[in-house]
């Protein structure tokens, strides 16, 4: 069996990977069961170790490269499970791709590998995906819909090595930028997130971190590497109905950093006032009613009044090296004398 540019494919691999009885049903007739369908000639059921071409535990090579455009699948696989027919727990697989690797592999194996050469014009609008994962929520006329995923990663570490060497990565993206450094249009993106989809559509969170109880994540969002970044954190372009960022009492925001993830300067909220503080304790404090509290003030320009009509808003203060001015109703000013002692 030989596969042919210029051709979808055979019919007998569609018929093979068949099963051995056919039911055909229409809601006005009843199922007719027909015999089974007779296998292509040199065609095994099983072709392992038998150096025969085939699909079960063989290599299968599909090769799709039509004279014209060619609209139909290089190759689907239609799953339908019945109604009441699944078990508790099972895992319903539409396409289940198995590979493993030696301890000694110095190679890359993957599993799936979708890949893509794209050379369309972008003002045609295409839209070039290498591997797409799309789940269509639909009424079931029952009950609530369940869950769906239209992406799941896992990565389980079942090697009981008490400090891994090697990373379990969920997910790597890696978008490398290899066009030359002149390209100022940016259309480079590591990761979009679009959510919603139609006018007045509700999602209620574009990225989510959860951790369950006990478990620990180091960093939620991590910047690494000796590259510059333009902007970290960008919500010029947001309308929130709350606000940007959200802290829970007793949390901070850290003002200097290192990147083993130490810091000395904080600013936050604990519980009851808006705190700057250091390594050594709490440095500024604001009240809600506006009461200050600070290890020191210094007011560094004297600015003193021309005269006592000066204009001044009461609680204005100001001095030189003779007089310490404050401002006690609208454009009235008072002064004491400074002595040495």
């Known amino acids: 069996m030989r596969f042919r540019p210029a051709l979808t494919i055979p019919v007998y691999l569609v018929l093979a990977a068949m099963p051995a009885t056919v039911c055909a049903e229409t809601p ?5 069961h027909a015999l089974p369908l007779p296998w292509p000639p040199g065609f095994s059921r099983d072709v392992q170790g038998s150096g025969l071409p085939g699909l079960d535990g063989g290599h299968a090579f599909l090769w799709n490269r039509p004279t014209g ?7 689907r696989i239609d799953r339908h499970i019945p109604d ?10 539409a396409l289940w791709a198995l590979g493993s690797s030696g301890p000694h592999n110095a190679g890359y194996e993957w599993t799936i590998t979708g890949e893509l050469h794209n050379r369309s014009l972008a003002s045609t609008g295409a839209q070039n995906v290498a591997v797409n994962g799309t789940i269509f929520k639909e009424a079931n006329g029952v009950g609530p819909v369940g869950p769906s995923w239209a992406g799941n990663f896992n990565c389980v570490d079942m090697t009981d090595e008490a400090d891994p060497v090697a990373s379990c990565i969920g997910a790597e993206i890696d978008v490398s930028a290899q066009s030359p450094t002149t390209d100022r249009n940016r259309q480079r993106v590591g990761l979009q997130i679009s959510t919603g989809g139609v006018p007045g559509a509700h999602t209620g969170y574009g990225i989510l971190l959860g951790n369950l109880t006990g478990s620990v994540t180091d ?10 970044y333009g902007i970290g954190i960008d919500t010029a372009a947001g309308r929130f109905s709350g606000v940007p960022i959200l802290l829970g009492s007793g949390q901070s925001i850290a003002v200097d950093g ?3 993830g130490s810091f000395a300067r904080t600013l936050g909220f604990d519980g009851r ?8 304790g709490a440095v500024f404090k604001v009240s809600d009613a506006g009461q200050v509290q600070a290890t020191s003030v210094r007011e560094a320009q004297p600015n003193p009044p021309r005269n006592s009509q000066d204009a001044c808003t009461p609680g204005d203060h100001a001095w030189d090296e003779a007089f310490e001015y404050r401002c006690v109703a609208p454009d009235r000013w008072k002064r004491a004398a400074l002595s040495d002692w």
């Open 84 to 93: 009441g027919s699944g078990e508790p727990g099972h895992t319903y697989k």
């Open 69 to 75: 455009f060619d609209a139909v699948s290089t190759l």
């Open 258 to 260: 290192h990147r083993d």
């Open 219 to 228: 960093r939620g969002f991590s910047f690494q590497g000796e590259g510059t």
């Open 28 to 32: 006005d007739q009843p199922a007719i």
């Open 273 to 280: 006032d808006l705190v700057y503080g250091t390594a050594r």
